[in-house]
């Protein structure tokens, strides 16, 4: 119980480092920031979900102390809880359902990252209040907030009006900020929280402490209940109010996880075709190029769903051969 206790204070140091580099305003300190994640998952992981839950609440009390108590619920909410917990998860196990009873069924990484959407999606939900109580108040407190954003950045006096180079329109680039960072925001922290965890995983594995196997990712599986709660945040994203900022967050950070799984399913279904490297680099520049092309992962991860091709596929395949 002394090695985890010390093994969470130490992890939260680190954590508490990484998360407050941002302040040096550097562009190392940015991608330093966005792997505060990264101790406490290591500590959940490597030791017990008790080391991870130490380790959050100390640099939540370390950034307090410096920074001011503002500090120590934004670490709790938008780090260091969400760590805890899906460490919490991937270390979940039960007997499986065999006659001997030894062997365990870990937590299946598609609610994983169905959680780490989730999750994605609430941070962003819990910071809304403090913009605005609706939507029209929201809406005009992140603008303010983009604007002196862009002010401090261009140089512009406040009583000046606003001017952006190359831009004649500053105020329809504020208003696209406003409709677009919300649910970008919630995209970027699911995947900050995915990529940590699976960094985390891996450094715990190469140190000899990961208790569970390391799963084969191509073959992940949503739970049924996250269709029916992405069709349920896309249609509520139509509604008025806060309600549809929240739902369309919401569809945004499901949607990247289908994504997610429709990579996965590129990654199957291209098994033992010529030139698969290939097609899969191809893939992945794409979609890190353009952008758009996310959508027709997702698309796929939702056929994947509903048609379920892997196993289709599979069963044409046949078993594989056996070894001479």
Not at 73 to 102: D, K, N, Q
Request: net charge positive; hydrophobic share 60%; no cysteine.
């Amino acid at each position: 119980m002394v090695q985890v206790i010390l093994i969470g204070i130490a992890a939260g140091a680190a954590a508490a480092l990484l998360f407050a580099s941002v302040v040096s305003g550097s562009i190392l300190s940015v991608a330093l920031f966005y792997l505060a994640a990264l101790p406490l998952m290591i500590a959940a992981i490597g030791w017990s979900h008790v080391a991870g839950m130490i380790a959050a609440l100390v640099a939540a009390g370390g950034l307090a102390a410096v920074f001011g108590h503002y500090l120590l619920l934004a670490f709790l909410i938008g780090v260091g809880l969400p760590a805890w917990w899906l460490g919490y998860l991937a270390l979940l196990a039960r007997p499986a359902a065999t006659p001997a009873g030894e062997a365990l069924e870990w937590y299946p990484v598609g609610r994983l990252v169905v959680w780490a959407a989730l999750l994605g999606a609430i941070v962003v939900v819990v910071a809304i209040p403090n913009f605005g109580l609706d939507a029209e108040s929201f809406r005009s407190g992140l603008r303010r907030v983009f604007e002196r954003v862009l002010r401090a950045q261009t140089g512009t006096a406040e009583d000046a009006p606003l001017a952006l180079p190359g831009i004649s329109d500053s105020g329809r680039v504020l208003d696209l900020l406003v409709v677009l960072i919300p649910p970008t925001a919630a995209v970027l922290s699911t995947l900050t929280n995915l990529v940590n965890l699976w960094f985390a995983a891996l450094i715990v594995r190469f140190s000899g402490r990961l208790r569970r196997p390391w799963p084969q990712i191509s073959a992940m599986t949503f739970p049924r209940y996250a269709l029916a709660l992405l069709a349920l945040a896309v249609a509520g994203s139509f509604l008025p109010d806060l309600v549809g900022v929240g739902a369309s967050v919401l569809s945004a950070t499901l949607l990247v996880a289908y994504a997610l799984l429709g990579l996965a399913v590129m990654h199957a279904i291209t098994v033992g075709i010529n030139g698969r490297g290939f097609v899969l680099a191809g893939t992945y520049v794409t979609v890190g190029l353009f952008g758009w092309p996310i959508l027709m992962m997702a698309l796929l991860g939702l056929i994947e769903t509903v048609f379920t091709l892997r196993a289709r596929l599979a069963a044409k395949r046949g078993p594989p051969a056996k070894p001479v």
